[in-house]
């Protein structure tokens, strides 16, 4: 069986992903921040900060490395150095999260596998300078899957949405911001299948489809609160700005290549909810 060890599978996306695969797999995951995992005999404490990521490696021998992984941005290139060390010396892959902030510079056009990357914030440097390590190795031992917003019933993001709803403070929307959106259970899905496939390269796991920010604010608000909702209009441009990542080349078969309505049925709360 392939053993798998999740970087950071205590985290949001981690979690769900760690859900989708254990049924399937041997999978093993690293925690910090959550101590409730410290009875769990398949999960490793790692502090970023202080922790060797190689003791973790060698210990549980992975065939497949997912990073998930957060923290201070020189530490994280650190701990990815050893990772493709590790993948370099023995029969493992790496498949990496990395964001569609790897493309915020550009603001003309949604973004596709092949482009140039750019970026503006220090996020997206930090993911463009792992990704560019990674590009290094054999194209076959490294996935790189670029991922958009990423929603859910329990997500950061509804979370914030509802809390804001709830003490009636304003929701910024971006009005002339294009964008395309996943869930996670959807991403889990698509993960797990570019596993099972042993597929390679760069993935775009976003919606086949595009939107306004303002309109996903208004639709995802009317989805879980019936309270009124107070919206901030924050114009960056006077132009229409793309924050989208999509697929030309490297597409998942239809049944994984979901439109963004798809999505939000994912994330659906009862207006009861708040």
């Known amino acids: 069986m392939k053993t798998i060890l999740i970087i950071g599978a205590s985290g949001y996306i981690g979690s769900k992903i760690y859900r989708e695969l254990n049924n399937y797999f041997s999978v093993f995951g690293t925690f910090f921040s959550n101590k409730s995992f410290n009875k769990n005999k398949r999960f490793f404490y ?103 917003m990423v929603f859910g019933k329990k997500s950061p993001r509804i979370k914030n949405i509802s809390l804001s709803i709830k003490n009636e403070i304003p929701i910024e929307v971006f009005p002339n911001t294009i964008v395309n959106i996943n869930s996670d259970l959807k991403l889990s899905q698509q993960i797990h299948y570019i596993i099972n496939k042993k597929l390679s390269g760069v993935f775009h796991l976003g919606c086949k489809d595009l939107i306004s920010h303002f309109d996903l604010m208004k639709i995802i608000t009317k989805m879980i609160s ?36 798809s999505v939000l049925k994912d994330i659906y709360i009862s207006k009861n909810y708040i």
Do not use: W
Request: glycine fraction near 2%; include cysteine.
């Open 226 to 261: 019936k309270n009124k909702v107070i919206f901030k209009h924050i114009y960056s441009t006077n132009q229409l700005r793309y924050i989208a990542v999509l697929s030309k080349k490297n597409k998942l078969p239809e049944h994984l290549n979901y439109n963004y309505e």
């Open 46 to 148: 790692y502090d970023i900060n202080k922790n060797d990521i190689s003791v973790i490696l060698n210990y549980t021998k992975p065939n497949l490395i997912i990073s998930a992984l957060r923290g201070d941005f020189e530490k994280q290139i650190l701990a990815h150095d050893k990772m493709i060390e590790y993948v370099k010396n023995f029969n493992c892959r790496i498949l990496f999260l990395s964001s569609s902030n790897v493309f915020d510079a550009f603001h003309n056009y949604p973004s596709y596998e092949f482009d140039k990357t750019l970026s503006e914030t220090a996020f997206g440097k930090i993911k463009i300078i792992i990704e560019n390590k990674l590009f290094k190795l054999n194209p076959s031992q490294y996935v790189i899957a670029r991922l958009p």
